[in-house]
């Protein structure tokens, strides 16, 4: 006698096709029953003050209005400094070998570079110096750098 043509891989696959079918045939009928839902108001979402997308409307108690013009786009515009201000600040670096080094302002704690050829007289590291800055090709320099 011949052996059975069906083995186990068919049987279990046939089983899966039976058990979608059926899936499809329980969908089918759960949507037949429920009420249909086809009016605007099923179909609009919100978003709430977070991102996340919800179905209920959002409070309006808690609406934050915005002008157009205090929406900045870019880069916001720099507040104009006076630069003739004379700042004080710490040596953090200077090599007199090549001629260039860094200070460190005391109160923004920003470093600025600076050039031996702006300097009225010597200075060393950890050296508390005045100074007013300059725009360079770089950015910001310290020119007129005097010890205090």
């Known amino acids: 006698m011949a052996k059975s043509q069906e083995s186990f ?9 039976l058990r979608k079918r059926q899936d499809k045939q329980l969908k089918r009928d ?6 249909k839902k086809s009016g605007l108001q099923d ?3 919100y978003v709430d003050e977070y991102g996340n997308i919800t179905d209920t409307p959002p409070d309006l108690s808690r609406k934050k209005v ?8 870019g880069v916001p515009k720099r507040v104009k400094e006076d630069l003739n201000v004379i700042r004080s600040g710490k040596v953090e670096f200077f ?10 302002e005391n109160e923004t704690n920003e470093k600025y570079f600076v050039h031996i050829s ?12 005045l100074f007013e800055v300059e725009q360079g090709q770089k950015g910001w320099n310290a020119v007129r750098v005097k010890r205090t």
């Not at 891989?9 to 096709?17: A, H, M, P, T």
């Not at 915005?66 to 786009?73: G, V």
């Not at 300097?119 to 110096?129: A, F, K």
């Open 9 to 17: 891989s068919k049987k279990e696959k046939e089983k899966q096709r």
């Open 30 to 35: 759960e949507r037949k029953i429920s009420p």
């Open 43 to 45: 179909m609009i979402a």
């Open 66 to 73: 915005i002008r157009a013009e205090d929406i900045e786009i």
């Open 95 to 104: 090599n007199h070998e090549k001629g260039f080094g860094f200070i460190k």
């Open 118 to 129: 702006s300097l009225t007289e010597e200075i060393e590291e950890n050296d508390t110096v």
